[in-house]
């Protein structure tokens, strides 16, 4: 028998201390008994006619809400970052956090009948780990070395070295369970507490409440439709005349009109969320950190937050941690507007009438377009042109994404610190195509494995302050602000407190909320 660490799995908070929510959602109505019934309405703005239900291909917040329509992962991530024990009922890890048992939930089944068990569990995550998988999830689950079942009811993970977050890696987006040997992924079948009607990617889902959902408080709408709406103003008017209950990404210039009508509430959260322009390092003239420094100086990131989120929201500061999460570093300074300051960069960089390319359109967010316009005006008095180029929205996190040197994103911040930088920074992340920037560090590899490994509190604090220091300084995300999520509601639909995680309370509103 090992030697245990044993986590407090329903007390275990990830940064949660810092996040905050506003609603106009009286308390009253949050201390309603869930009510069944009713088909919910939802318009998604981020989607894509390529879309599959393969868990491995992840481009859309559709995708997202869909996949947790009809699956459940290990952990759920509640509001406030709680680790929450979905498939997984409990688990503990060894001493020295290189090994991990799960226990699994008995009498779960699966849409078709099959029998929830350890088999269903490691051939989901062998899905991530086949080879030519691009998976976002791939480099997460680099650090396994193996997987094992100990009888239907219990995975163990060991890992190739310690990590003591390990287990909130496994609530991750992706890494849903489907039965054994699927290959048919587009069925949907899952354990979800929906089961999948009909699925046109680019047009609209429907789901029918799951009859034996093994979570008797959740689910509790009679059938569920998103509709892909692209248009933030089409999505607006679609909830004012009553066509559809909910809708994410309100353009945040529309908030005041929506909250005349009492018909609608705006549910506002803060969130790890952040907004950037990532340049790929490896890329001209982006191979120069003096030329990487005089893009940062050249936008005016309080501007934009102003003009562009309305005031919801704060500004970035060129690596992707916010006050939302635990380790974040209050010592990194802020980096602000500096024309002045972005020329000298460029007279040390042997540049001069700098010219780039800067490709977007409002699928990463609402007002992506008009940003870039506004840093293409803020760059000029730089003596940088930036030339906007306005990529069709369907398709764009396939073509231009990760696929251009210049471009616009969005990341909706990830469950720890280890999430996010594995995936986004690290050599792991670029093998896995998440690594946006490109940007391989050999110092920024070896924190992330030693920050794993620390038990220490302050002491990975400190691994992680530096890991914010160095993509400040060296990296190429500029990353100008972080985003409040804003979704605009019908009174008629009610909720419990909402999580920051992701848009429509988490990517999981279709199972956590209910007709009033």
């Known amino acids: 028998m090992h030697d245990t660490i044993i986590i407090d799995r329903r007390g275990l908070l990830l940064g949660a201390g810092t996040l905050g929510l506003a609603s106009s959602l009286p308390l009253k109505a949050r201390a309603q008994t869930p009510r069944k019934g009713g088909a919910l309405r939802i318009g998604m703005a981020d989607f894509s006619t390529s879309e599959t239900l393969d868990p491995t291909l992840m481009d859309s917040q559709f995708q997202q809400n869909l996949h947790w329509q009809l699956r459940n992962n ?32 008995k009498g779960v ?30 480099p997460l689950l680099a650090q396994v070395a193996s997987m094992k079942a100990d009888g239907p009811n219990t995975v163990i993970f060991d ?68 509709i ?20 994410n990404s309100v353009d945040a210039k529309t908030v005041s009109l929506l909250q005349r009508s ?10 790890k969320a952040h907004f950037a322009f990532p340049m790929m390092v490896d890329q001209g003239p982006f191979t120069s950190n003096d030329v ?65 390319q800067l490709h977007v359109s409002d699928t990463p967010f609402t007002g992506a377009t008009d940003a870039a316009v506004l840093y293409k005006a803020h760059a000029a008095k730089a003596g940088i042109t930036i030339d906007v180029v306005k990529e069709p929205e369907d398709g764009y996190w396939s073509s231009v994404w990760s696929k251009k040197p210049f471009c616009a994103t969005r ?28 940007l391989n560090d050999d110092r920024i590899n070896r924190l992330v494995e030693e920050a794993r490994r620390e038990f220490d509190t302050e002491k990975r604090r400190t691994l992680y302050a530096e890991l914010q220091r160095i993509v400040h300084d060296d990296g190429g995300s500029n990353i100008f602000a972080f985003s409040d999520f804003i979704d605009a509601v019908s ?20 199972e956590r909320w209910w007709f009033a």
């Open 74 to 105: 290990l952990i759920e991530v509640g509001p406030g970052g709680v680790l929450i024990p979905e498939l997984a009922e409990s688990w503990e890890g060894s001493k020295d956090a290189k090994s991990w048992t799960f226990i699994l939930r």
């Open 109 to 138: 089944t699966f849409h078709n009948g099959k029998p929830f068990t350890a088999d269903d569990v490691i051939y989901s995550f062998n899905l991530h780990l086949k080879e030519g998988s691009k998976s976002q999830a791939r």
């Open 159 to 226: 890992l190739k070295d310690a990590n003591v977050g390990f287990p909130a890696i496994t609530s991750a987006v992706g890494l849903y369970i489907v039965p054994n040997g699927e290959t048919d992924f587009d069925k949907g079948v899952g354990t979800g507490g929906y089961i999948l009607e009909h699925f046109q990617p680019g047009v609209k889902s429907v789901v029918r409440r799951n009859p034996n959902y093994w979570k008797a408080d959740r689910a509790h709408f009679d059938t569920v439709e998103m």
């Open 228 to 247: 892909c709406m692209k248009d933030a103003t089409a999505r607006a008017n679609a909830l004012l005349t009553g066509q559809i209950d909910a809708y």
């Open 262 to 271: 009492n018909a609608i509430r705006i549910n506002r959260v803060r969130s």
């Open 292 to 356: 990487r420094l005089a893009m940062k100086l050249a936008i005016d990131r309080e501007d934009i937050v102003k003009r562009i989120l309305n005031g919801f929201g704060s500004v970035g500061n060129d690596h992707p941690l916010s006050p939302a999460y635990q380790m974040y570093s209050a010592d990194v300074p802020q980096r602000s507007y500096d024309p002045d300051k972005a020329k000298f960069h460029l007279k040390k960089a042997g540049v001069s009438d700098l010219k780039v």
């Open 411 to 438: 990341w909706s911040g990830r469950v720890n610190e280890d999430v996010i930088f594995s995936l986004v920074y690290t050599a792991d992340g670029i093998k896995a195509g998440w690594n946006e920037t490109r």
């Open 491 to 510: 009174s008629k639909v009610t909720h419990g407190e909402l999580s920051g995680e992701y848009m429509l309370d988490g990517s999981r509103a279709a």
